[in-house]
């Protein structure tokens, strides 16, 4: 039998979303643009995903909360973009 390949996240749907959402409905992406920022989403997701761990670690707790994401987004983001990630974080953790 063959192996599968390791099943990497694919945020293809998502970004699809978010561009047609968008004041310009009729842009197109890519496949090589799609496939550049699906790349980035999954690096971001590891960043984060890395440093959250790490908090836990240091503070020796056993669950990940949504205060571990929010310092992990000000750690691994720059300045504006993580005071923005970290308020659309809270109004989606609002919302749910």
């Known amino acids: 039998k063959r192996k599968k390949a ?4 694919t945020y ?3 970004i ?3 561009l047609r959402s968008t004041t310009h409905q009729d842009l ?4 090589t643009a799609m496939d550049i920022m699906n790349t980035f989403m999954n690096d971001m997701f590891e960043r984060l995903a890395r440093e959250a761990a790490e908090l836990v670690r240091r503070n020796k707790a056993a669950t990940l909360s949504s205060k571990d994401i929010q310092t992990a987004c000000k750690l691994a983001l720059p300045g ?3 005071q923005q990630a970290v308020v659309e974080g809270q109004r989606a953790v609002a919302r749910f």
């Open 28 to 31: 197109k992406i890519s496949t």
């Open 16 to 18: 699809l979303k978010v």
């Open 80 to 82: 504006q973009l993580s």
């Open 12 to 14: 293809k749907r998502y």
């Open 6 to 9: 390791a099943a990497s996240n």
